[in-house]
T-cell receptor, first 112, second 116 residues
Framework: GENVEQHPSTLSVQEGDSAVIKCTYS??????FPWYKQELGKRPQLIID?????GEKKDQRIAVTLNKTAKHFSLHITETQPEDSAVYFC???????????FGSGTQLTVLP | KAGVTQTPRYLIKTRGQQVTLSCSPI?????VSWYQQTPGQGLQFLFE?????QRNKGNFPGRFSGRQFSNSRSEMNVSTLELGDSALYLC????WGSGGVVDTQYFGPGTRLTVL
C-alpha cells in the first residue's frame, strides 16, 4: 500500500520567515495530495491541495509543489505568523478513493 | 452549510465493552470516511462509505465496523474494546465526484474515546 513520509517532525521559525515541509510518497498511482492543519484539540482543516496534473498551486501565503517523477511534494508558508503554529499533515490518495494516507505530521512553531 | 458533526464528543469505556460513534456529513455530501488518530500511529484510514455501501477498508481488525444510512449519516462500531483502541476517531465527508476525481474531505471534530 501507499506510504507517506513527512519531514521534519518539528520546525521552529521566526515570525515573518518562511517554512517548508516536505513529503514523499511511494505509490506512483497516487494523484491527489492535500495538506491539513490541525490546531490543538481541533479538527484537521484543509489548507491547500494539489492534483497530479498540476505542478504548483498557490493560495496567498501558502503554496504546494509536486514533483511526480521524484514522488515528493512540499508545503511552503511565507511570512509566517504566530497563528500558523499548529501540526501540519500531508496526505496522498489514488484514483477516486477517499482513502487518505497521511504523513506523520510536522509541529510548526512560529516564534514572535 | 453546517460542518461535519460527530457525537458523542467524549466517551469513556472499559475493556471488553462495545461502542458506537455517529457522524453526520455536510448537507449534500454522500461519502463518509472514518479515521483513527493516535499519538503513536498518527492518522490511519478505517473505512469509507458511499450509498450505504463500504467502498474501501483500512488495515484494522474485524472488531471495527461501520454502516451508512440512506440520509448519508454514518456510524462506526468497535466491539470488545482494547486499551489500544483509545484514540480520537474522526469522520470526514465529501461529495461524490465523477470521472475518477477525488473530492476534498472535510473533517468533523472527532470523538475522543478512552478505554480503561
Amino acid at each position: 500500500g501507499e506510504n507517506v513520509e513527512q519531514h521534519p517532525s518539528t520546525l521552529s521559525v521566526q515570525e515573518g520567515d518562511s517554512a517548508v515541509i516536505k513529503c514523499t510518497y511511494s505509490d506512483s498511482a497516487s494523484n491527489y495530495f492535500p495538506w491539513y492543519k490541525q490546531e490543538l484539540g481541533k479538527r484537521p482543516q484543509l489548507i491547500i491541495d494539489i492534483r497530479s496534473n498540476v505542478g504548483e498551486k498557490k493560495d496567498q501565503r501558502i503554496a504546494v509543489t509536486l514533483n511526480k517523477t521524484a514522488k515528493h511534494f512540499s508545503l511552503h508558508i511565507t511570512e509566517t505568523q504566530p497563528e500558523d503554529s499548529a501540526v501540519y499533515f500531508c496526505a496522498a490518495s489514488r484514483g477516486s478513493a477517499r482513502q487518505l494516507t497521511f504523513g506523520s505530521g510536522t509541529q510548526l512553531t512560529v516564534l514572535p | 452549510k453546517a460542518g461535519v458533526t460527530q457525537t458523542p464528543r467524549y466517551l469513556i469505556k472499559t475493556r471488553g465493552q462495545q461502542v458506537t460513534l455517529s457522524c453526520s456529513p455536510i448537507s449534500g455530501h454522500r461519502s463518509v470516511s472514518w479515521y483513527q488518530q493516535t499519538p503513536g500511529q498518527g492518522l490511519q484510514f478505517l473505512f469509507e462509505y458511499f450509498s450505504e455501501t463500504q467502498r474501501n477498508k483500512g488495515n484494522f481488525p474485524g472488531r471495527f465496523s461501520g454502516r451508512q444510512f440512506s440520509n448519508s449519516r454514518s456510524e462506526m462500531n468497535v466491539s470488545t474494546l482494547e486499551l489500544g483502541d483509545s484514540a480520537l476517531y474522526l469522520c470526514a465527508s465529501s461529495p461524490w465526484g465523477s470521472g475518477g476525481v477525488v473530492d476534498t474531505q472535510y473533517f468533523g471534530p472527532g470523538t475522543r474515546l478512552t478505554v480503561l
